[in-house]
């Protein structure tokens, strides 16, 4: 079985209303590519993974007018796709939903949002004092993550917990003073969303339940200036320590110091400085009992990955579809 996780930038501009796919001259959310172009560069990306199941960050958007899985299955249905079948979680006001296009015949899934007394539900309010002033600090998710069931058609049932925390980015702020109390307030939150998570996965973990954590935590060991403020970084958090730490290899090579050639899932222009920026961001976590399963963790990098590199038409489609790139694991399962 193959899982995948992708963050696709702007998939919501590249559907109407009614869901349907606009394969246009028309210009994408992305910069100087046109919906045709994303499309289709998606459509090719989607075929060549030929995933089982894909863990959809920043999939369309649903709303008073506008729905996820039909705008996921007119897509799915535009490239003949397997993963056909979408399952959607608690839906936010940020037109970037988390979603599983999955292969029905594969697996069934189901929704189911846990809860407990070391952490609430994801649509709820987390209460923590991170900064050790007798206060505490209340969190939300702007992106509640999505809490899956996975059954295979061999009756191994996986939890699935999609996740997409909030960026660090201080937006709308403006001079070194005001940057560096938004900075340090967004890592303050993020870091909160982490605990939060991974308390979520002590429980199920304690359940004897198999877990995989998958998507964009818009973090990784030694990623900004401000982690030393806290000590650890949120993929630090979740990976967790001990016989009950999740396992991804890439997060892995990441941690073992930044002189290390390190991997990266994302590549953002910076025009002010001219330049491309690389960035590991994406992540698949595994529970221990899964790691005898794993059999190959790997990201569709267009110039890392050499049967990409090697693919001149999947390259480029990987470079048009997102600023991210896919990441899947394979499991023997």
């Known amino acids: 079985m193959r899982l995948a996780t992708y963050n696709v930038e702007w998939f919501d501009d590249l559907f109407s209303n009614r869901g349907e796919l606009l394969m246009d001259d028309h210009w994408s959310g992305r910069r100087d590519i046109t919906r045709g172009e994303q ?15 894909v863990m959809i960050i920043e999939a369309p958007d649903t709303g008073t007018r506008r729905d996820t899985r039909r705008a996921l299955q007119s897509f799915a249905q535009a490239f003949h796709l397997r993963a ?19 292969d029905p015949d594969k697996m069934s ?21 991170l900064d050790i002033d007798a206060t505490e600090d209340l969190v939300v998710f702007s992106k ?24 660090k980015a201080p937006h709308g702020v403006r001079g070194h003073d005001q940057i560096m109390r938004a900075s340090i307030a967004n890592r303050r939150k993020q870091l909160a969303q982490a605990i939060w998570l ?11 339940e198999s877990v995989i954590v998958l998507g964009d935590l818009n973090d990784g060991p030694g990623l ?24 991804d290899p890439h997060a892995a090579q990441a941690l073992r110091g930044r002189l290390t050639p390190q991997p990266s899932t994302a590549r953002f222009y910076i025009e002010p400085e001219k330049r491309y920026l690389q960035a590991l961001l994406d992540y698949v976590m595994v529970s221990r009992d899964l790691r005898a399963a794993a059999r190959e963790w790997r990201i569709w990098h267009p ?13 480029k489609a990987l470079l048009t579809a997102s600023d991210h790139f896919p990441v899947t694991l394979d499991l023997a399962v």
């Open 39 to 53: 499309a289709e560069a998606l459509g090719m990306v989607f075929t060549a993974m030929d995933a089982d199941a």
């Open 84 to 102: 056909r079948e979408v399952l959607v979680g608690f839906v936010n006001e940020t037109q970037q939903e988390i979603a599983l296009l999955y």
């Open 109 to 129: 899934v189901r929704h189911v949002p846990g809860e407990g007394p070391r952490a609430p539900r994801f649509d709820g309010e987390f209460r923590i004092d």
């Open 144 to 167: 509640p993550p999505l809490e899956v069931e996975l059954t295979t058609a061999a009756g191994k049932v996986i939890r699935l917990i999609g996740a997409h925390l909030k960026s």
């Open 198 to 208: 991974r308390r979520r996965v002590d429980t199920l973990l304690d359940e004897g």
């Open 224 to 247: 900004d200036e401000y982690e030393s403020l806290f000590g650890r970084s949120s993929v630090e958090i979740i990976l967790g320590k001990g016989d009950t730490a999740l396992y």
């Open 303 to 315: 110039f890392e990955d050499a049967h990409c590199w090697q693919t001149p038409e999947l390259c």
